[in-house]
């Protein structure tokens, strides 16, 4: 364990700079996002990620936004594990319908004020499994969405694209 | 299993529709434990089951005919069948004749829609409770978990009895994803189909894909070119290695061992970022097709692998050691959700999960594909059964396949990557394969239509014959350690609920 933890001290960290933002994330944030809200939040949110259906592509990419490449909570990002303490919801898949009442409860036990954010193509609009009988298709048919991450699944630099935007003023 | 009448369409095992007696014998057969049941589903008129007869290595499929909606239960005698069986139920609506379990499995009464694939018919979504076993007795008491869980992880519902502590009986409740990709996947052309069982489960999307391509080939007796295969081949070890390396790290990160989990996560990213600098895309997902691969390795590409394979065997040692030497994480891990290995062998147990309790099973070996025949390594195993021992297993099959990926980029012939166009089949015809996942055998079997059109496809995830072990492995342990013998599973829930 101490070459591990020697070899921490004398390496340069393996983070990269943080991407540039995508204005179309930008814009669709602008709406979202008040000043109040902000001032209330600072630059920090908490995240509670939920899989309404994914096939857990989606889930891998999440997870990787936590390793020292991408070193999601230097932004003030950091995942939750309960609604109750979360301030964004990220919401993967096509909404299975077995999964759709779980969503609703998940939405209602977060407290205001909150963004969701629909991660994948599945959770845009259903994806490939669009038309199914037990799939009721788009996130947001079921709950608001604030923002779109498109991808099957997204790169991990495409979710911090979406994810700094909702942290940085810049509308 | 060659009883009965021969279905002269079926590659590359046989199948033969069997009356009552012989569907019985089959059953007794694997109840003795003389084969094992690697598969039980159903394409709406008739129930099918793939075979392992442990004498010869032969693989076959039987089939029952089921012309008043019932056939004589599986899980009766041999209860991996259980949960099976109420799959056909819930999606095919047919009946398994002396079950002991008749609650619904995967449909909740939410779809509006009762048995969708055969004679659907309209039904109230309003939900139904679930008869959850009873545990009772003065101490106990339950602790519902999910769907939502803690995590960043798939949905299912996790019931616990406990005695303070103690867990006394976990129920697992699945479902939660169904996605109905098997409806979806009926009459689908090749190339949708393909993408579908690309999405059965996101983190064996190379397995599934080459499980169902190797199937559709199988049906319609085509060879796809040498280079192909050797690509197919690499991308399962990338995915299996990327796979394993994130599980190592999770395990002993649910035991609070962080140090573990980082240095894991960022080997786990070099190899994503090497998988789509080759084959653009970092999961690779839809590379694999029927009738070969979409991507050539370039030169660039091969040398990023060696890189990243040179790199990693200096590592992983070190992980060994690191592991091996911290006493902190072995109190944890050793002794740890034990699984003896009459329940592995009974449930025809594949993966790390079965290697890691004495049942050697690995579908590269047996029934074997190309080009694995043709290259030398050794599958892990250990007979310990513990959440240590899985973590071992992993690890041996890291260092297999560092050995895979130097001989396959070694070998790899030159050629073309895809066979352009295939024969239409002008008749039916049904394909079969088994491919050997990061978590154990996937089995996929599908019948094409005369087009070469998918009729029906069945894609069976190794989940099924492990999700039911996990609640067998918890008893005894404290609630606490739950999340640390889950991990060492690392089971699906999309594959299992499809």
Redesign the interface.
């Given at each position: 364990?101490r070459?591990?933890?020697f070899q921490g001290l004398l390496r340069s960290p393996?983070t990269e700079p943080a991407p540039a933002l995508d204005e179309a994330a930008v814009a669709e944030l602008a709406g979202a996002l008040t000043k109040a809200s902000r001032r209330r939040l600072g630059r920090s949110l908490s995240i509670r990620?939920?899989?309404?259906?994914?096939?857990?592509?989606?889930?891998?990419?999440?997870?990787?936004l936590?390793?020292?490449?991408y070193d999601l909570e230097r932004f003030g990002l950091r995942?939750v594990?309960?609604?109750r303490h979360a301030d964004v919801l990220l919401v993967t898949?096509?909404v299975?319908?077995?999964?759709?009442?779980?969503l609703e409860r998940?939405y209602a036990a977060t407290p205001d004020p909150k963004w969701v954010v629909a991660v994948g193509d599945c959770a845009f609009n259903g994806?490939?499994?669009a038309?199914?009988?037990?799939?009721v298709g788009a996130v947001s048919e079921v709950i608001p969405v604030d923002l779109h991450i498109r991808g099957?699944?997204p790169?991990p630099v495409a979710l911090l694209k979406g994810l700094i935007a909702l942290v940085e003023n810049r509308t | 299993m060659q009883s009965g009448r021969a279905i002269e369409q079926s590659r590359p095992w046989p199948r033969h529709v069997v009356d009552h007696t012989s569907w019985l014998r089959a059953i007794r057969e694997i109840s003795k434990g003389h084969g094992d049941m690697l598969g039980l589903w159903s394409d709406g008129a008739d129930v099918h089951m793939l075979l392992l007869d442990h004498e010869s290595s032969d693989i076959g499929i039987v089939s029952i005919e089921c012309p008043n909606g019932r056939f004589p239960s599986v899980g009766h005698m041999h209860p991996p069948a259980l949960r099976l069986e109420r799959a056909i139920r819930d999606i095919y609506g047919l009946q398994a004749d002396g079950s002991s379990d008749f609650r619904h499995w995967l449909d909740h009464g939410r779809w509006g829609v009762r048995h969708p694939g055969a004679k659907p018919e309209p039904s109230e979504a309003s939900g139904e409770a679930y008869a959850f076993l009873a545990a009772e007795g003065a101490p106990l008491h339950q602790i519902p978990v999910g769907p939502v869980h803690a995590g960043i992880i798939e949905p299912g519902h996790f019931r616990f009895s406990a005695n303070g502590e103690v867990v006394v009986r976990l129920e697992e409740r699945f479902g939660y994803v169904h996605k109905g990709i098997e409806q979806l996947m009926a009459d689908a052309p090749l190339d949708r189909a393909a993408r579908l069982a690309g999405r059965v489960s996101g983190d064996s999307t190379v397995a599934y894909a080459l499980a169902f391509a190797n199937a559709v080939e199988s049906a319609l007796e085509v060879q796809v070119p040498g280079r192909a295969v050797y690509l197919r081949a690499l991308m399962a070890e990338l995915e299996r290695l990327a796979n394993h390396i994130g599980d190592i790290g999770a395990i002993c990160n649910d035991a609070s061992f962080s140090l573990m989990h980082t240095h894991a996560s960022i080997l786990r990213e070099r190899v994503l970022r090497a998988s789509r600098l080759c084959f653009g895309h970092r999961l690779m997902m839809d590379r694999i097709v029927p009738g070969g691969v979409i991507d050539d390795l370039t030169m660039e590409g091969a040398v990023a692998l060696h890189a990243l394979l040179s790199g990693a065997k200096k590592i992983i040692p070190r992980f060994v050691d690191l592991y091996g030497d911290t006493t902190s994480i072995q109190d944890r891990t050793v002794g740890a959700g034990f699984l003896g290995s009459k329940l592995v062998k009974q449930y025809g147990c594949g993966g790390v999960i079965g290697r890691a309790s004495g049942r050697g099973f690995d579908a590269r070996r047996t029934p074997g594909y190309a080009p694995y025949p043709e290259l030398s390594f050794k599958v892990g195993s250990a007979h310990a059964g513990d959440v240590d021992a899985r973590v071992w297993v992993r690890f041996d099959e890291i260092k297999a396949s560092f050995g895979l990926i130097e001989q396959i980029l070694d070998k790899m012939p030159e050629g073309p990557i895809r066979i352009e166009s295939f024969p239409e089949p002008s008749e039916t015809r049904e394909g079969a394969a088994l491919v050997e996942g990061f978590r154990g055998d996937i089995f996929v079997w599908v019948r094409l239509d005369a087009s070469g059109a998918v009729r029906r496809c069945h894609p069976r995830d190794p989940s099924w014959f492990q999700w039911p072990l996990l609640e067998a492995v918890i008893e005894g342990n404290i609630v606490a350690d739950f999340p640390l013998c889950n991990k060492s599973f690392n089971c699906s829930y999309s594959g299992h609920d499809l």
């Amino acid at each position: 364990m101490r070459k591990f933890l020697f070899q921490g001290l004398l390496r340069s960290p393996l983070t990269e700079p943080a991407p540039a933002l995508d204005e179309a994330a930008v814009a669709e944030l602008a709406g979202a996002l008040t000043k109040a809200s902000r001032r209330r939040l600072g630059r920090s949110l908490s995240i509670r990620e939920v899989d309404a259906g994914s096939c857990n592509g989606c889930e891998l990419e999440i997870h990787a936004l936590g390793n020292s490449f991408y070193d999601l909570e230097r932004f003030g990002l950091r995942f939750v594990a309960s609604p109750r303490h979360a301030d964004v919801l990220l919401v993967t898949g096509p909404v299975t319908k077995n999964m759709r009442e779980a969503l609703e409860r998940t939405y209602a036990a977060t407290p205001d004020p909150k963004w969701v954010v629909a991660v994948g193509d599945c959770a845009f609009n259903g994806g490939v499994f669009a038309g199914s009988y037990a799939c009721v298709g788009a996130v947001s048919e079921v709950i608001p969405v604030d923002l779109h991450i498109r991808g099957c699944p997204p790169e991990p630099v495409a979710l911090l694209k979406g994810l700094i935007a909702l942290v940085e003023n810049r509308t | 299993m060659q009883s009965g009448r021969a279905i002269e369409q079926s590659r590359p095992w046989p199948r033969h529709v069997v009356d009552h007696t012989s569907w019985l014998r089959a059953i007794r057969e694997i109840s003795k434990g003389h084969g094992d049941m690697l598969g039980l589903w159903s394409d709406g008129a008739d129930v099918h089951m793939l075979l392992l007869d442990h004498e010869s290595s032969d693989i076959g499929i039987v089939s029952i005919e089921c012309p008043n909606g019932r056939f004589p239960s599986v899980g009766h005698m041999h209860p991996p069948a259980l949960r099976l069986e109420r799959a056909i139920r819930d999606i095919y609506g047919l009946q398994a004749d002396g079950s002991s379990d008749f609650r619904h499995w995967l449909d909740h009464g939410r779809w509006g829609v009762r048995h969708p694939g055969a004679k659907p018919e309209p039904s109230e979504a309003s939900g139904e409770a679930y008869a959850f076993l009873a545990a009772e007795g003065a101490p106990l008491h339950q602790i519902p978990v999910g769907p939502v869980h803690a995590g960043i992880i798939e949905p299912g519902h996790f019931r616990f009895s406990a005695n303070g502590e103690v867990v006394v009986r976990l129920e697992e409740r699945f479902g939660y994803v169904h996605k109905g990709i098997e409806q979806l996947m009926a009459d689908a052309p090749l190339d949708r189909a393909a993408r579908l069982a690309g999405r059965v489960s996101g983190d064996s999307t190379v397995a599934y894909a080459l499980a169902f391509a190797n199937a559709v080939e199988s049906a319609l007796e085509v060879q796809v070119p040498g280079r192909a295969v050797y690509l197919r081949a690499l991308m399962a070890e990338l995915e299996r290695l990327a796979n394993h390396i994130g599980d190592i790290g999770a395990i002993c990160n649910d035991a609070s061992f962080s140090l573990m989990h980082t240095h894991a996560s960022i080997l786990r990213e070099r190899v994503l970022r090497a998988s789509r600098l080759c084959f653009g895309h970092r999961l690779m997902m839809d590379r694999i097709v029927p009738g070969g691969v979409i991507d050539d390795l370039t030169m660039e590409g091969a040398v990023a692998l060696h890189a990243l394979l040179s790199g990693a065997k200096k590592i992983i040692p070190r992980f060994v050691d690191l592991y091996g030497d911290t006493t902190s994480i072995q109190d944890r891990t050793v002794g740890a959700g034990f699984l003896g290995s009459k329940l592995v062998k009974q449930y025809g147990c594949g993966g790390v999960i079965g290697r890691a309790s004495g049942r050697g099973f690995d579908a590269r070996r047996t029934p074997g594909y190309a080009p694995y025949p043709e290259l030398s390594f050794k599958v892990g195993s250990a007979h310990a059964g513990d959440v240590d021992a899985r973590v071992w297993v992993r690890f041996d099959e890291i260092k297999a396949s560092f050995g895979l990926i130097e001989q396959i980029l070694d070998k790899m012939p030159e050629g073309p990557i895809r066979i352009e166009s295939f024969p239409e089949p002008s008749e039916t015809r049904e394909g079969a394969a088994l491919v050997e996942g990061f978590r154990g055998d996937i089995f996929v079997w599908v019948r094409l239509d005369a087009s070469g059109a998918v009729r029906r496809c069945h894609p069976r995830d190794p989940s099924w014959f492990q999700w039911p072990l996990l609640e067998a492995v918890i008893e005894g342990n404290i609630v606490a350690d739950f999340p640390l013998c889950n991990k060492s599973f690392n089971c699906s829930y999309s594959g299992h609920d499809l």
